[in-house]
């Protein structure tokens, strides 16, 4: 099973005038040394694609986005799966970085489901005001963690059957927490991941059950937890919604979307965002290899 979440290098990373550590290659400017032809590469018609070559080729393309993104990983500050739980469930219809420049007063208070379960519910919902929708996430974080406390000890499960038994848990939160904070694997088919394996034609589906399903046949299983860190990655730095940065795209022989954005290197550049275009990411506690690769952490709710 495989699991969704509805929340989403490179070239030379730009550190703001320091050196990168550690950064041995520059994969976001090869592509783009004649343009004519990278777009020839790429506009191949995906639906005269066997089913071998689809796999083939999709496989090729996580590849390249793990030598790109070798730092990929969840964008929500966590130290535990009860913190990852409660994130991942505040992260509808907002920002990673808000949930994150939020959840350290929350955590703080209530570090434990037991005291986030006994909280008044007035003071929860003027922390998590920032996040939107705060009376419902209110609602869903007290009840999620009253019923860890009445039927799993405290303590949250590792089982699916389980976590989607808590009060605003569907199964997408469920996979985020088991293959993040558990190590089981399962796909995050949020808004990026959707855009883009659609843009690289990996499946025509629109319906997020299918996408899952279609993407899923095409990896193995041990793959769908950090393919989906490497597609969510791409999607929130190079690929974006409104403008891709196809000039400055490290995969564009590979994908048939080509040209849909920015093909000019110098422009495409000035697109990049977060560590690519030398900006804050979302986490304020990035993990270390983020920032040996230039990465910058958030900042912290209120700062400058």
């Not at 506009?43 to 393309?61: G, W, Y």
């Not at 030598?67 to 991942?88: K, M, W």
Request: hydrophobic letters at 35%.
């Amino acid at each position: 099973m495989v699991a969704r979440r509805d929340s989403a290098v490179g070239e030379q990373i730009p550190t703001g005038g320091k050196k990168a550590a550690k950064v041995t290659k520059e994969p976001v400017r090869k592509p783009v040394k004649n343009t004519a032809a990278v777009k020839k590469a790429a506009s191949k018609p995906p639906k005269d694609e066997s089913r071998t070559a689809l796999v083939r080729r999709a496989r090729r393309i996580n590849r390249e986005l793990a030598e790109v993104y070798p730092y990929a990983h969840p964008e929500l500050d966590f130290e535990n799966p009860f913190q990852l739980l409660v994130a991942t469930v505040l992260s509808a219809q907002t920002t990673d970085l808000r949930v994150n420049q939020t959840t350290p007063a929350l955590f703080t208070k209530y570090p434990t489901p037991e005291d986030l379960a006994a909280a008044d519910p007035e003071e929860v919902e003027e922390i998590l005001r920032p996040t939107g929708f705060f009376r419902a996430k209110t609602k869903s974080v007290m009840g999620l963690s009253k019923a860890l406390v009445a039927d799993f000890g405290g303590e949250v499960p590792g089982r699916l059957e389980d976590l989607v038994k808590l009060p605003g848990v569907g199964r997408k939160t469920a996979f985020v927490v088991l293959g993040n904070a558990f190590g089981r694997p399962g796909l995050t088919v949020d808004t990026h991941f959707q855009r883009l394996v659609r843009r690289w034609r990996w499946t025509d589906a629109t319906e997020p059950d299918k996408i899952e399903a279609a993407v899923a046949a095409l990896f193995p299983k041990s793959d769908w937890t950090m393919l989906s860190h490497h597609v969510i990655f791409h999607g929130r730095r190079i690929c974006h919604a409104r403008k891709p940065a196809c000039g400055a795209c490290p995969i564009a022989p590979l994908c048939p979307a080509y040209g849909e954005g920015e093909t000019d290197p110098e422009k495409a550049k000035k697109l990049l965002k977060y560590e690519k275009g030398g900006f804050p990411g979302q986490r304020l506690k990035p993990p270390q290899a983020y920032l040996d690769a230039g990465g910058k952490p958030a900042p912290p709710l209120g700062a400058g």
